[in-house]
């Protein structure tokens, strides 16, 4: 009996603080995080370590991928040990990513071009919406490229902006890759910040800046006719004698050629890589005249008048190879 006695002593002295497992490595598989941590609590462990891993996903976040204790991650239910044994549990926490954007505008004069300074990832796309209270609004997308992104001139159908403007940025998870989403959710979950707006078909989160724009820009006295068409010629000094004006409403159409120009089209269409390239340049430089001639207008006081460049076939006037408008090309036989 002494003997029996003292056997028992030794066993209840074995655990100061015992403690039994409250789940099996095979119990905790369908547990979140909290839940593991609060039964093991409950049971009486004491050193419980939380190595905690970020996600982007909010439905990862909270669950466990292992627990061992005292290293091992192989136990079972009701096991006992000292309530100060090492219980180690490794669990996904949702990110915090407090998304930053701010504005900054830099003009010649009426023409506005915005830069917004951000830490959202490189490849980025954001909307950028300009408009006033009256017809006016331009939309551009950019991306975000080392920190910054990068809107063009935003300009009234070729005229100068006058007055208050409003800018809005608005990023959008769903419009966004997989590298940018890895980092901010799907669904945007990890953003936080006061940019922060929730979706109002409860689609996730989406970031919204606003800023006001003030254009200082005066509007020059307006030359006479004359004047303006001798100001286009010195700009289309480099064509000789070879360009037309004409004036239809409110559009001035400037009309082209060079000799070979017919050629060089006929043989791009064709696919004749020389010529492929020359005739790219020529678009080019087609669209840079057009913008430039706009603003000459703009600066003569014409600023409610457009130009339209046409390229003519240089074998035959009566067919045009190439139209831009606004810098923009309109029609090109060049498929």
Known sequence: M??????MSGCGAKYENPADLPFGSDGWQMQTAGEAIEALSAAGFTNIQENIKETSSADDAGKITKITVNGENLFRKGDRHEGTDVVEITYYSLKRYEAEMEIEVSEDAGLPVFTVNTNLPNGTRLELTLSNEESYSEQQTVKVKDGQAVSDIFWDNGHYLLGEYTLSVVMKPEDQNASVQYEIGKNGEAMTGPLVHMDENDAGKYLLLEDGYTSNYTEPEKISEDELRERFAQALSGFGNDYEIDLEGYVYTVSVWQDGLAACAMLAEQGVPTA????????DTTAEASNSLQELLSISGYGDYMVQIEVL?????????????????????VS
């Open 313 to 333: 076939n240089d074998q035959n006037h009566e067919n045009t190879l190439l139209t831009v408008l606004l810098g923009m090309v309109s029609y090109s036989c």
């Open 2 to 7: 002494g003997m029996l006695l003292l056997l």
């Open 276 to 283: 492929v390239e020359q005739w790219g340049e020529i678009v």
